[in-house]
């Protein structure tokens, strides 16, 4: 078996480090990634960035229907070869960022399907916005190695909660399933990564029937079938978390262009601290706080 380096020097590649091409050559690893994502036979997944095929070797072996998609022709000729016999992988040559979610939807016959990926770490916040937090249709879950660091920010909890901890807490349940070396790439990244799990995306992310929302239900106060506006809530947000060492009321106060009593009363409807900052909220007091300013 070629090892990454023979092949990358077979095809003419030269990794680029600021392209985020850290290619995962550890093999007991591959085998944990698609443990960890619970392949049923003849299930839909999208493989974004699949380079030497590896990870796609193991998604086709489980049994699943790929669809990769690769930009780079090098990679495209070397997958197309690889599995030319193989009738469950489709290639797609494309940039996976431009794809509209409806036309990743098309490649799968509008039937659901899951992300399974080894992703260019300089594109997980687009790929993340991508698929959880901005265009529908979305994937029913994605499983993705990524960035120790950008994980626990996903996975954070009241304290340390940000932006991005939101935009996916709001639509989809994640969790980090386990680390992952860098000694376990190559080209070794800087960094080590984790296997950041994102479960039960939701196409309706301020439905108080949404899971996270049936978990949170009893600290909510808004009313059971109550919407939310979207817009309204991230207005707010990043409005909360506009200068992160202020205090919530002073952020607040400032962007809705409002009496210091006027938010400290709406804060304590909602149940909140005076003194609160936008990183201890968690996403029910967000809701909460929304309908207290309202």
Known sequence: MHTAQALARELGI???RN???????????LVDIVA???IKKNENILEIGPGFGVLTQELVAAGANVVSVELDSKF??????????A???????????SLLNQEISELFNGEPYRVV?????????KIIKKFVSSDTPKPAGLVLLVQKEVAERVC???GGMSLLALSVQLYARPKIAFEVSKKAFWPEPKV????LIIDDVSEIPNHPLTPFLRQAQDRLLIKEREVIDEKRFWQICRMGFASPRKQLRNNLAAGLHMEQDAVKAALKRAKLKETSRAQELAISDWMNLIHALA
Do not use: C, M, W
């Open 14 to 16: 030269d990794p680029s």
């Open 19 to 29: 392209s985020g091409q850290n290619f995962l050559i550890d093999e007991l690893v």
């Open 36 to 38: 960890e994502a619970h």
């Open 76 to 85: 495209a000729k070397h997958l197309i070869k690889t599995f030319k016999d």
């Open 87 to 97: 009738p469950s992988f489709r290639l797609v040559r494309a940039d996976i960022v």
């Open 117 to 125: 990926a080894n992703i260019p770490y300089n594109i997980t916040g």
């Open 156 to 158: 954070a909890q009241p």
């Open 192 to 195: 080590e990564s984790s296997l």
